[in-house]
C-alpha cells in the first residue's frame, strides 16, 4: 500500500470514528462544555501521530486511548479551578469500562434518527430547539410559538418518553452483564 493510500485509509478510519469518539469523551467529561475541544485536540493528536498507527489494528482502542490522554491533559489544565473531580482510580475505571464495552452508538443513533422522523414537524422542532446550543432560550420559543412554558416543559417529557419508547422497541434490550 502506498503513502497516498495508506493516509485515505487512515482518514477514513479516523472520519468513522468521530461519534463514538466524541461520545466517549462526552462520557469522561460528562457536561462540561470543553468536550468539543478535547474531540478537536484528540483529533489533531491522532493525526500528528498517524506514522504510529499499524492499520488493521484495533484504531478504536488507539484513538480512544489518545482521547483519554487528551482528557487528562485537560483536566490538568483545570486542576486550578479547584473543581471538584474524579479520583485517578475511578476515572481509570470508567475509562477502562466505557473502551471495552461493545458500543452499539451508531445502532442507537441510527435509532433515534429514524424515530425523530416520525415526530410532528412541530414536535421535530421544539426538540431540536431544545437540545441545540445555539437556539434560545425555552422562554423565547414559548413567546414565538403562543405556549406556555409550564406546557413545553410537560410537551418536552412525553417527546422524550416517546422517543425512548420508539428506541427500546428497535433495539433489542441490554443483556445482564454476569
Known amino acids: ?41 484528540a483529533n489533531a493528536t491522532l493525526w500528528k501521530k498517524r506514522g504510529d498507527f499499524t492499520l488493521g489494528t484495533n484504531f478504536k482502542a488507539w484513538a480512544f486511548s489518545v482521547a483519554r490522554y487528551e482528557v487528562l491533559n485537560y483536566r490538568k489544565q483545570q486542576a486550578r479551578d479547584s473543581r471538584l473531580v474524579f479520583g485517578e482510580d475511578l476515572e481509570q475505571t470508567f475509562a ?37 446550543a445555539s437556539a434560545g432560550t425555552l422562554e423565547d420559543y414559548a413567546q414565538r410559538a403562543g405556549r406556555s412554558v409550564g406546557g413545553l416543559k410537560v410537551t418536552l417529557h412525553r417527546l422524550r418518553n416517546a422517543l425512548l419508547g420508539c428506541i427500546e422497541k428497535q433495539l433489542p434490550p441490554l443483556e445482564a452483564e454476569s
Not at 102 to 121: F, I, N, Q, S, W
Request: one cysteine or more.
Open 96 to 132: 477502562e469500562e466505557i473502551a471495552a464495552r461493545d458500543d452499539d452508538t451508531e445502532r442507537r443513533h441510527e435509532a433515534l434518527k429514524g424515530c425523530l422522523e416520525k415526530l410532528r414537524p412541530q414536535d421535530r422542532e421544539l426538540l431540536l430547539h431544545r437540545y441545540t
Open 1 to 41: 500500500m502506498n503513502e497516498s493510500q495508506q493516509e485515505s485509509a487512515f482518514v477514513a478510519e479516523l472520519t468513522g470514528m468521530q461519534m463514538p469518539l466524541r461520545l466517549y469523551v462526552q462520557s469522561l467529561l460528562p457536561g462540561d462544555p470543553a468536550t468539543h475541544d478535547v474531540v478537536q485536540q
